[in-house]
Nanobody
Framework: QVQLVESGGGLVQPGGSLRLSCAAS????????MSWYRQAPGKERELVAR????????NYADSVKDRFTISRDNGKNTVYLQMNSLKPEDTAVYYC????????????WGQGTQVTVSS
């Protein structure tokens, strides 16, 4: 059974930091590109960051570049999102996403974790 379980969300003040984790199980983690998406109220879900390939190539949305860092530990089947200098506009539900690098139709989503940036 495939599972993506996010953790680490919460309430933080502007300028603060959070680290999200996504623990994966039920599939061959190293063969999947891992991403973080987010969805704010009334807005479409958007890609925040992605990490893929043997070289762990990363991509970021312009809005989070130089503030967020995505990383993965293939030994622990876990992907992380380190979020620094958080802004109120980063408030959203953050979702973990997995996509097979060999069969693009194989896609999995986590249940989401709430991040709220507010004073």
């Amino acid at each position: 059974q495939v599972q993506l379980v996010e953790s680490g969300g919460g309430l933080v003040q502007p300028g603060g930091s959070l680290r999200l984790s996504c623990a994966a199980s039920g599939f061959t983690f190293r063969n999947y590109a891992m991403s973080w998406y987010r969805q704010a109220p009334g807005k479409e879900r958007e890609l925040v960051a992605r990490i893929a390939g043997p070289g762990a190539i990363t991509n970021y949305a312009d809005s989070v570049k130089d503030r967020f860092t995505i990383s993965r530990d293939n030994g622990k089947n876990t992907v992380y999102l380190q979020m620094n200098s958080l802004k109120p506009e980063d408030t959203a539900v953050y979702y973990c996403h997995a996509q097979s690098m060999y069969s693009y139709a194989l896609v999995y989503w986590g249940q989401g974790t709430q991040v709220t940036v507010s004073s």
